[in-house]
């Protein structure tokens, strides 16, 4: 099992944090983190949120990128659909060699109707646009010149310099959960990447769901990563007091809030469709959080190994509103008291 970290840069309203320390806790958290055996670096991504929620992960990742050695870095992920894939490919190439060959792309469609919106590109395009932009840009990659004609984009006959150092491109990662994405991950050949959205259970038929597709093509992924909020403090009592305020604002505020709207279902642990966003609470979604003391944390991720087949787990430590030390407080316990016990 291989552990990483996640980092989405919120700050609740009114929280009196200002916008940039989020950013510069990252930069003081990773070199220790890649000290720990922390193995990846993720950055969430969305846009026009009220919080700061992270809208340029390419720069975040390109920090990150600087103060590390060794570590895998990437977007967790990033929507697409929202992106001109030419120039997104020649700024992941430049990217790809910033870092010698790190970077991991975490791709999604996105579901956030205020985004689509605010881009001016129709969400009823947002699949079509992601898979015709992934045709763009691994051609870019791969190819000394191209061209390219398709229903959202075209492009002369043009070169892509300089070229990625990973070959014949960077890893793609799905974030995906709809069936029919499922499976266009699979065909792809592109590593599914489980969302903290999600229980057990739904996970579950997401991998089985992809693991069908793959066994068609003779496809055989060798890598399953899973985002979990995470939280460790010496007690339960003291985990929670300082999570549960973060991921209930979390929840509610994106996942839950965007279910009620009908964007995308957040469902309950007991399989509820949230309709109202005060029905996202933390005990209401507590089976898929690993927050509490060592022993605790360390059995609710055994279940993402054994139940889901997990060969590294994403944790997201650093949740809208929990200051930079006392993240770095969980890392460096998670690091001692769990990480050893995989």
């Known amino acids: 099992m291989k552990f990483g970290l996640l980092f989405g840069h919120q700050i609740p309203p009114d ?3 200002p916008w940039n320390v989020p950013y510069q806790d990252m930069l003081s958290c990773l070199p220790r983190a890649e000290e720990l055996g922390y193995v990846s670096a993720f950055q969430v991504s969305h846009h026009v949120q009220k919080d700061g929620l992270c809208p340029g992960p390419l720069v975040s990742v390109s920090a990150a990128a600087a103060v590390t050695r060794r570590m895998r870095i990437g977007t967790g992920v990033l929507l697409v659909p929202l992106y001109a894939p030419l120039k997104l490919a020649e700024d ?3 990217l790809d060699n910033v870092s010698n060959g790190r970077f991991i792309f975490g ?13 001016g590109v129709p969400r009823n395009q947002r699949v ?4 015709e932009s992934l045709d763009l840009m691994t051609r870019a990659w791969r190819e000394e010149r191209f061209s390219f004609e398709g229903r959202y984009y075209r492009v002369p006959e043009v070169c892509l310099t300089p070229k990625p150092v990973q070959k014949p491109h960077p890893p793609i990662w799905y974030g995906v959960s709809a069936p029919n994405s499922i499976r266009r991950a699979a065909r792809r050949r592109a590593v599914l990447f489980a969302s ?9 038929e997401h991998f089985r769901i992809y693991d069908d597709a793959a066994r068609e093509i003779g496809f055989q992924p060798i890598e399953r990563p899973v985002i979990r909020q995470v939280f460790v403090g010496p007690t339960r009592k003291e985990a929670e007091r300082a999570a549960e305020p ?8 994106l996942y839950g809030a965007k279910s009620a709207q009908g964007d995308r279902e957040l469902r309950t642990d007991d399989g509820r469709l949230i309709t109202d966003q005060r029905q996202a609470t933390f005990e209401a979604l507590k089976d898929r959080f690993a927050i509490g003391e060592p022993d605790s944390v360390y059995e609710a991720l055994v279940r993402c190994a054994t ?13 809208p509103g929990i200051r930079g030390e006392d993240a770095m407080r969980s890392v460096e316990l998670f690091a001692k008291e769990v990480m050893p016990r995989f």
């Open 107 to 119: 791709v999604a469609p996105g579901y956030v109707s205020e985004e689509f919106a605010a881009h």
């Open 15 to 17: 929280s009196g944090i």
């Open 92 to 94: 992941i190439a430049v």
């Open 307 to 319: 139940e889901l087949g997990a060969t590294e787990i994403i944790c997201w430590m650093h949740m």
């Open 128 to 131: 079509g646009r992601l898979e």
């Open 246 to 253: 973060a991921v209930s604002y979390l929840y509610r505020e």
């Open 196 to 204: 903290p959205r999600h229980g057990i259970a739904e996970l579950k």
